[in-house]
T-cell receptor, first 108, second 116 residues
Framework: GENVEQHPSTLSVQEGDSAVIKCTYS??????FPWYKQELGKRPQLIID?????GEKKDQRIAVTLNKTAKHFSLHITETQPEDSAVYFC???????FGAGTRLTVKP | DAGITQSPRHKVTETGTPVTLRCHQT?????MYWYRQDPGHGLRLIHY???????DKGEVSDGYSVSRSKTEDFLLTLESATSSQTSVYFC???????????????FGPGTRLTVL
């Protein structure tokens, strides 16, 4: 069936380094590609999204890139800070499926 | 945070008892969703609604039912709770985009349910 795969499941970086999380989807009809951030004990919140008519979108230190041919999109965080530590989810796709999440830890 | 609340925020119940969780929004958004969140599984859709009295099943709907009699309220019912339904439940809302595709979802604060 349709699914959304997210990698890696955990990621640990040093403060100031970059982090990249990749999401692969199977539904070729998908045209909306969001990333959500969930801090410990909090609700998920949208941090950036992109629609299929563009290949990249940037908002300060975060960016999302889309490769529709290969059916994947990625979250890029530059100059990471300890407050970036959280779980990040890609999705949902048209079937409301999210990725399983990536736990990012930024070490000071 | 968008105007979305969930009640109760915490509940402990026993196996076999019925449980109803409530999601309330003040945004007049068309779509409402119920997800459960478990370690290693991320967010999984239970049921969703695309209008008053219009609902559909999600990925993990077995053992759950929903109702939406008003735009602002979406109820999730566990008819006979089981230990496997111990989870954190999130409600979410969204409005459709002009193209009809899905759009940003706004999540409620979550309900932590423990079934003993």
């Amino acid at each position: 069936g349709e699914n959304v795969e997210q990698h890696p499941s955990t990621l640990s970086v040093q403060e100031g380094d970059s982090a990249v999380i990749k999401c692969t989807y199977s539904d070729s009809a998908s045209n909306y590609f969001p990333w959500y951030k969930q801090e410990l004990g909090k609700r998920p919140q949208l941090i950036i999204d992109i629609r299929s008519n563009v290949g990249e979108k940037k908002d300060q230190r975060i960016a999302v890139t889309l490769n529709k041919t290969a059916k994947h999109f990625s979250l890029h965080i530059t100059e990471t800070q300890p407050e970036d530590s959280a779980v990040y989810f890609c999705g949902p796709d048209n079937d409301m499926r999210f990725g399983a999440g990536t736990r990012l830890t930024v070490k000071p | 945070d968008a105007g979305i609340t969930q009640s109760p925020r915490h509940k402990v119940t026993e196996t076999g008892t019925p449980v109803t969780l409530r999601c309330h929004q003040t945004e007049n958004h068309r779509y409402m969703y119920w997800y459960r969140q478990d370690p290693g599984h991320g967010l999984r859709l239970i049921h969703y609604s695309y209008g008053v009295k219009d609902t559909d099943k999600g990925e993990v709907s077995d053992g759950y039912s929903v109702s939406r009699s008003k735009t602002e309220d979406f109820l999730l019912t566990l008819e006979s709770a089981t230990s496997s339904q111990t989870s954190v439940y999130f409600c979410a809302i969204s409005e459709s985009s002009t193209s009809g595709s899905i759009n940003e979802q706004f999540f409620g604060p979550g309900t932590r349910l423990t079934v003993l």
